[in-house]
Each structure stands twice: as structure tokens, then as C-alpha cells.
């Protein structure tokens, strides 16, 4: 269904655009992508044209700190700034916005020779790619940098001529009618994943518990110095089919007991499991309050108090309702000799985030806990607002 990324960075590096899909779903969309190096009037109005208009420049993170812009909040998901170069009229044009966009790569950046807002959206790309974040924008960054241009990339959604999202079916007719390759992020970050890796195992030890006794092996994460854990029952080889749970940290639910989730007691149920089975890994990420950092998390809970959901509470912060990386578990599992999973979760996030990094899910293990008065709302926001299946 979908094209091989060498060929795709091929006809990136010859300045045409691609077409990203988040994965095979049918009701996956998708984004018209391109190196900044080519932002050229013709191309920038056929992603207006398409794209319902909205054009997004992507630039890694060392970049994006040299052009020291006049934004005091930035938006967690890596928005920073809509802008246009001064000398423009309105700036909405397709040359114009071109323009924009040269300068803004340029070499003699200046931040007073622009507008703020205009009509080039700038996002931050993070730091390591789709290795680091499945998302549409490291996959414009990564595609830039693997076909050696500049390290930035534009994208633009692709709607279909209603004006709705364009979904799978829709987007491989638009590749077929104008001769556009289709990826997905799965294949870019197995792509990546085949040719580098950034965690590194760094100590291992026998761990005694109340459920049973596992091996605890420790993991850094390069690109910021992050500390992982796995907690590994008997030995693990490729033919296995291994009951996985990915488990982010929680240090209210985990340590307190806290009633307002449900995560302490899925990883008391999933070590259970894991014991029970005779084989197994917990894998437990820090990633606090789905990966907003403990203080955050509390702040939610205040909102929350005062009637917010906690997607709710989230946004309020300024961040997404979940900003929690997967690829980083999946390094892990790789590294652990893991190529079969079955999946302990409710998340169908966690699948996606897992899949592309070589490991293969076999099933889904849903893991369900019981509702209490202080949870219930939590339970139901999952399921309706984030999709979790229960």
C-alpha cells in the first residue's frame, strides 16, 4: 500500500512532495510534505490548495533557539509562532509565503524583519525525530535531514474537495492522480530504527518483590538523559509471543494509591499477570501525568477540582491531552531481545507508538479496573475524548 522511504527520500531530495500517514487505519489522515529548501511559489499554492491553506514550517530545536523569537509561552505540542517577512503585502500569497519561508531558513535570519502573527505557522520539531515523537512534525524534519537538505521541512493537511479531513481511501487516489509517494510514520521510524538507536542499557540487577522476583535493567535515553526501567521475568528470545506492560510513571497512583486513576492498580494487575505467566517484561517510563512532569499533573488536579476533565485540564496548561512517547519503549524492547508482544493495555496510542520500531503486536490484553467516585469521570474522558477501548 504504501511506498519505501528510500524512494520517498529520493523524491524529497529532488525537491517533490510526499504524502505522510499516521498508519494504515482507514480513518487515518494525512499531510502533504516537503524540504524547506524547495519552497517555491507553485508548490506552496499547490499545498493551499489542498491543504485548506494552513502552512507549516518545521525546524529541529538548536535552530529554532538561534532565531530567538519574541514568543514568551510556547505551546507544548511545538507550536511557536505565526509569522511574515515585513517586506510582504498581506502576506497570504503563495510567493509570499515562499518568501517567508526563505527568510526564514536563510542565513541572515533577523527577527525584527518579521510579523507576528502572519500566515506561516512555525513548529519546533523535537530533538531525535519520530525516534523521539511519533508525530506528523518530527516526520517533515527527519525526511529533510535524511535526504540531506537543510534541517527543516514544510507540511500542509490534505482535505478533500468538501473541505473534511482526507482519510486513507481519499489519500492513496490523491497520490495516484498526482503522482505522489505515501508513507507512513510506522515505516520512517523503522527505517530509523534499522540504522540507529538511542537508549542505552546501563546496569542490571535480581529485584525481589511482593508479586515475585524479576531483573531490573536500567536504560538512559541519549537525547536527554532520561532513566527507564524494565522489570524482566525468565528469559526472553525472538520466537516469544511476550505479555508486555508499558507502563508510564505515576507517582500518584504508583506510590500513593491515589483514587482519582486507575494506574496503580494496572501495575500491581499487570505484575501479577507477568508473575502469573512465568515470562514477561514491565517496562515503566518516565513520563509523570502523561508526560507533563509532576508539578504539572498537580496543577491539573486543581483544575480538575474546579470542573475541568483532565483532557481538559491539559489543554488549559497549554499542552496536548497526551504528550507520552512510545518510541523510546519500543528501543527498549528491541534492545531486550523483544520482537512479539502481546500488549496489556486499554491505549490504542501504545500500539501504534510500539509498531515500526520491529516489534510485531500480536494481541491486545485489555487490563480493567473497577471505577470508584473519584474516578469516574477520568474513566469516561478516557474512553470518549482519547479513545481508549474498554
Do not use: W
Not at 496503580?264 to 518516565?286: H, S, V
Not at 485540564?313 to 507520552?324: E, I, Q, T, V
Amino acid at each position: 500500500m504504501f511506498n519505501k522511504i528510500e524512494d520517498a527520500l529520493k523524491d524529497i531530495k529532488a525537491g517533490k512532495m510526499v504524502i505522510a500517514v499516521d498508519d494504515d487505519n482507514l480513518e487515518g489522515n494525512g499531510f502533504l510534505v516537503m524540504s524547506s529548501n524547495f519552497a517555491e511559489k507553485e508548490k506552496i499554492n499547490f499545498m493551499m490548495k489542498y491543504g485548506g491553506g494552513f502552512i507549516t514550517l518545521v525546524l529541529e530545536e538548536d535552530a529554532m533557539q538561534k532565531l530567538d523569537l519574541p514568543i514568551s509561552a510556547e505551546n507544548k505540542s511545538g507550536y511557536i509562532a505565526s509569522l511574515d517577512f515585513v517586506e510582504n503585502t498581506t502576506g497570504i500569497s503563495a510567493q509570499e509565503r515562499a518568501l517567508t519561508i526563505k527568510k526564514v531558513i536563510g542565513e541572515s535570519f533577523d527577527r525584527h524583519n518579521f510579523i507576528f502573527p502572519g500566515h506561516v505557522f512555525l513548529y519546533k520539531g523535537a530533538k531525535g525525530g519520530v525516534l523521539k515523537k511519533a508525530s506528523f512534525i518530527e516526520l517533515a524534519l527527519d525526511l529533510s535531514e535524511l535526504a540531506e537538505q537543510t534541517p527543516s521541512g514544510i507540511l500542509s493537511q490534505i482535505l478533500t474537495e468538501d473541505g473534511s479531513v482526507a482519510k486513507l481511501p481519499d489519500l492513496i487516489s490523491f497520490g495516484a492522480e498526482h503522482n505522489l509517494k505515501i508513507i507512513s510514520i510506522e515505516d520512517l521510524i523503522a527505517y530509523r530504527r534499522e540504522r540507529e538507536c538511542y537508549v542505552t542499557q546501563e546496569a542490571e540487577a535480581n529485584l525481589p518483590t511482593e508479586f515475585g522476583h524479576f531483573k531490573m535493567v536500567g536504560f538512559v535515553n541519549r537525547l536527554n538523559g532520561e532513566h527507564h526501567v524494565a522489570l524482566v521475568k525468565g528469559e526472553i528470545s525472538e520466537e516469544d509471543e511476550v505479555l508486555i506492560r508499558v507502563h508510564s510513571e505515576c507517582l500518584t497512583g504508583d506510590a500513593f494509591h491515589s483514587l482519582k486513576c486507575d494506574c496503580g492498580q494496572q501495575l500491581t494487575a499487570a505484575l501479577m499477570a507477568i508473575e502469573k505467566e512465568g515470562k514477561g517484561i514491565l517496562l515503566y517510563l518516565r513520563q509523570e501525568g502523561r508526560g507533563i512532569g509532576l508539578i504539572n499533573k498537580i496543577k491539573a488536579y486543581k483544575l480538575q477540582e474546579e470542573g475541568m476533565d483532565t483532557e481538559e485540564a491539559n489543554l488549559a496548561l497549554g499542552f496536548p491531552s497526551d504528550m507520552r512517547d512510545y518510541g523510546i519503549g519500543a528501543q527498549i524492547l528491541s534492545e531486550l531481545n523483544v520482537k512479539k508482544v502481546r500488549l496489556m493495555t486499554n491505549n490504542p496510542k501504545k500500539i501504534v507508538g510500539l509498531r515500526g520500531h520491529g516489534i510485531e503486536i500480536i494481541a491486545r490484553v485489555p487490563i480493567i479496573m473497577d471505577t470508584n467516585p473519584y474516578n469516574e469521570r477520568y474513566f469516561s474522558t478516557k474512553k470518549e475524548k482519547m479513545g481508549h477501548l474498554y
